[in-house]
């Protein structure tokens, strides 16, 4: 593992992060119906737990003396008032942030510091439970 080969990676989640605050903020101000009492409160939710990851994550490019990035991941927003759909999407980028956090982690294996091993095995975590809320939310 190279320290910029790390900090690619931890970009890339970034960029994830980044865009799932974007997408979170919009789908809980969309959302209609019945469905709304729950489903707006558990976006903004996630929307600001994805803003903690991404400090937490740019820290950690900074300590790597890397350059965070600006912009979000470019894959798009679909914009839907849908329930079902934004559930859909939603499954969709936490699985996506998942699987990075994934490469992150196995990049991680060799690295001596383990206050950031720790920091993003949490963030890691979170996205697996939430992946598997939205599943269970999905039936």
Sequence with gaps: MTTNALIDKLNEALGWELRAINMYAHY???VKGIHRLQLAPMFDG???ESLEHANIVRKSIVKLEGVPVTERNP????HTTNFSEMLQYS??????AAAVYGE???????????DLKDAIEQIYLAELRSVEELRLLME
């Design 104 to 114: 992150v982690m196995i990049q991680l294996e060799a690295a001596e510091d383990q």
């Design 28 to 30: 809980a101000a969309n």
């Design 46 to 48: 996630e929307a600001t």
């Design 75 to 78: 894959h798009p927003i679909t």
């Design 91 to 96: 499954l969709e980028t936490e699985a996506q």
